[in-house]
């Protein structure tokens, strides 16, 4: 009978200590946070800051589209509580319901945040997401190779730069590319036009040397390619180190991206998310983000507090003036017509291998 009362007594304390540890918000579970990021889109000190100042450990990982994270997040969230989707994306996954709704008054630091970043069309009231980064999509190119400046998308398809250029292998990017080019909206959802434009690319395929999954930076800094379609950020992460390469925004127009920090429905530690968020708002951490990705900060406070470098926030490929930012579209959900671009671009993967 003692064994038993013994046994009982044992089984008891290790349950009560086995709950105590799990409800610990410091206990190693409930300190972790599982974030999903775009690659080269952040600062590391910025990982070590938040888990001293919380006591937390980040597991990070990263993908290279929207259409990656969507594909990854889709069937389930695997684990993630925190992920970075473009706006476009932002908007379909809220409607699928893959994100959890934001506490705001967890949020206290979106006060910093630029008016321009507040109820934005692909989220009404920011009830699921807060802008992280801004930029746009553009020309990287090798002034050496081009022998001068260049300011059209035009420039990707010379003759005389066949086999020498890269573009982004991403859908929605690419056609945006040849849609703007012919005089189209990058959101149309015209069978005509998006065929029109699977039928330029086509066209054009000797001059496409690669469709990189993000990494055109590279392959120009490696002198793979001459010209790239990227992302303001990635061109401008290389060129510190490469003096012979440049970005232009095209004078045609161009997309705008902005990219924001939602949790993913099934996070097991909204909370700890919830201050995520808000120390990425503060305006120094903001800033030591933008400094070093070289992407452009929705974080006013940041600006006003003269907390970016100088060289960038006068740089008007990175903070583009009114004439040209007014030639900036947001990449746009089409709904239905989605897939007409799908089988578009199946179609022009398989003309361009030929």
Do not use: H
């Amino acid at each position: 009978m003692k064994k038993i009362i013994t046994f009982l007594l044992v089984f008891t304390i290790a349950l009560i200590l086995s709950i105590a540890c799990n409800n610990n918000p410091n206990s190693s579970e409930n300190n972790v946070l599982n974030i999903y990021n775009w690659s080269t889109y952040i600062d590391p000190e910025v990982i070590t800051e938040f888990e001293n100042k919380f006591n937390a450990k980040i597991q990070y990982d990263t993908y290279e589209s929207n259409e990656d994270l969507y594909a990854k997040i889709k069937p389930g969230n695997p684990g993630y509580d925190i992920a970075f989707p473009g706006d476009y994306m932002v908007k379909i996954m809220a409607s699928e319901g893959l994100l959890e709704k934001l506490n705001q008054e967890n949020i206290p630091n979106i006060k910093n945040l630029n008016k321009m970043f507040i109820n934005p069309p692909y989220d009404p009231g920011n009830k699921y997401s807060l802008a992280y980064q801004w930029g746009t999509m553009g020309i990287g190119y090798n002034i050496k190779a081009t022998g001068g400046k260049i300011n059209s998308w035009s420039t990707m398809f010379d003759e005389k730069f066949k086999g020498r250029i890269a573009l982004l292998d991403d859908m929605r990017s690419s056609f945006s590319i040849a849609l703007i080019s012919l005089g189209y909206s990058p959101n149309t959802t015209n069978p005509k036009k998006i065929t029109e434009a699977r039928d330029f690319l086509i066209k054009n395929k000797q001059a496409i040397a690669a469709f990189a999954p993000d990494t055109g930076q590279n392959l120009l800094d490696q002198g793979e390619v001459d010209l790239t379609c990227e992302w303001s950020g990635d061109i401008f992460q290389v060129m510190k180190e490469n003096p012979d390469l440049r970005y232009v925004i095209p004078k045609e127009g161009s997309i705008i991206l902005t990219d924001n920090m939602v949790i993913l429905k099934g996070s097991r530690n909204k909370e700890l998310a919830e201050k995520f968020i808000n120390f990425i708002l503060e305006p120094e951490i903001g800033a030591k983000i933008s400094n070093f990705i070289k992407y452009a900060t929705p974080n006013q406070a940041a600006k006003d507090q003269g907390l970016i470098e100088a060289v960038d926030l006068n740089n008007s490929a990175i903070y583009p003036p009114p004439e040209l930012f007014d030639k900036l579209k947001y990449i746009q959900d089409l709904g239905q017509a989605t897939i007409l671009y799908d089988e578009a671009w199946t179609e022009v993967k398989l003309g361009v291998s030929k």
